[in-house]
């Protein structure tokens, strides 16, 4: 009897939680509680976000190819620096005076041949012309009116016939351009630049008969009178400079320019065939004008040195200088390349200074650098 009263209060207990399990599934409130973990439906999604982020960087990555639209200018300096040397020959603070070769006698030839009452002097040779440049630098432009020094540069041969070396044209140098630097750097007063510059081969295709019979009164004139209104010169203050051929033959060239009515201030000798038959025109050049011979070895050393030396010596003694006058003979070693042509900016840079201070600094010592 007990046995089957448990059996029955365990069947109903049953029913009664079978029941309530039934209620709960269909109850609203407890079945957004069962729902709720549809997140994990919901997670599936949240990954594919996640993952849709991926793809971006190809896109953060094509702005990797900007870079070459921002390198394409780099070429751009590649113009600039092929065109530099255009803008580098504008660069000269100053302004170039070319003038057409003579063809007539120098000024004091027609005065002295009219003065005697004698026959006009003849036409100048083809050889003894030349096309002349001159520079005019900001600073000697300043006062026009103001006589300044001038430095006449002679250049060497010129198979090539490159016109105005040395003066804008050929690839040796600029001596504009260096008389320029030392202006601006306050090392040398104002003063003017110019060359003549032949290109017939009889004037300049053979060193030892280069710028024969040179004239140097007249090319003074006809700077001057190119000049007119710009610049003027002052002719107590005159230096020559001949570079190479520029000072090889004795019957031209520098040999001719320290013999001219014009007395020299100083006369550069610079590198030139060192024969015995100009040391003694330097030698007995005025008294009162600065000779300074300078020569390298690096690559001309085959040359009279010894005997050169000893007939510039020998003048010397005969013709002594003015006190305070140089008479010097220096052996240069240049570090740049074409020691040659290098010879030039070494001496200009090493002697304008000097020579054209207030009192010509005679005490510089002859010291290769």
């Known amino acids: 009897m007990t046995g089957r ?15 309530a399990g039934l209620a709960a599934a269909c109850s609203p409130g407890d079945a957004a509680a ?19 982020p991926r793809p971006a960087p190809v896109p953060a990555a094509a702005p990797r190819p900007a870079p070459v639209p921002a390198a394409a200018p780099r070429p751009a300096p590649v113009p600039a620096a092929a065109s530099a040397p255009k803008p580098a020959a504008g660069q000269l603070d100053g302004a ?15 005065q002295q041949s009219a003065s005697t009452g004698g026959a006009a002097a003849p036409a100048v040779p083809p050889e003894q012309r030349w096309l002349g440049r001159a520079f005019v630098h900001r600073l000697a432009a300043a006062e026009p009116a103001r ?28 001596v504009r351009r260096i008389a320029a630097q030392l202006m601006e750097a306050g090392q040398i007063p104002p003063v003017l ?14 060193a030892r008969t280069s710028w024969p019979a040179f004239d140097l009164d007249a090319f003074l004139d006809a700077t001057a009178e190119r000049l007119r209104g710009v610049a003027t010169l002052d002719r107590a203050r005159v230096l020559v400079a001949g570079h190479s051929g520029g000072g090889c033959n004795p019957a031209g060239g520098i040999a001719t320019a320290v013999r001219a009515s014009t007395p020299l201030h100083a006369a550069l000798v610079i590198d030139t065939c060192m024969d015995v038959d100009l040391a003694l025109p330097l030698a007995r050049t005025a008294p009162t004008t600065h000779v300074v011979v300078s020569w390298q070895t690096m690559s001309w050393a085959r040359r009279p040195f010894v005997d050169f030396r000893r007939a510039f010596q020998r003048g010397v003694d005969a013709h002594p200088a003015a006190p305070g006058v140089l008479r010097e003979l220096e052996h240069l070693q240049p570090t740049e390349p074409m020691p040659h042509d290098a010879m030039v900016p070494l001496v200009l840079r090493r002697w304008l200074p000097p020579l054209l201070s207030p009192d010509a600094a005679p005490s510089v010592p002859c010291v290769s650098p």
């Not at 994990?40 to 976000?49: G, I, K, L, R, S």
């Not at 630049?193 to 053979?206: I, K």
């Open 34 to 52: 069962q729902l709720e973990p549809a997140p994990v439906p919901a997670a599936q999604p949240e990954p594919a976000p996640a993952a849709a």
């Open 5 to 19: 009263r448990g059996r029955a209060r365990a069947a109903r207990a049953g029913a009664l939680v079978l029941a």
């Open 147 to 174: 006589p300044l020094p001038i430095l006449v540069f002679l250049h060497g041969t010129n198979e090539a016939r490159i016109e105005y070396r040395w003066m804008g044209g050929g690839q040796e140098g600029d």
């Open 193 to 206: 630049v110019a060359a003549p510059s032949a290109v017939l081969p009889a004037a300049v295709a053979v």
């Open 96 to 110: 170039t005076y070319d003038f057409e070769r003579p063809r007539a006698p120098a000024s004091g030839a027609r």
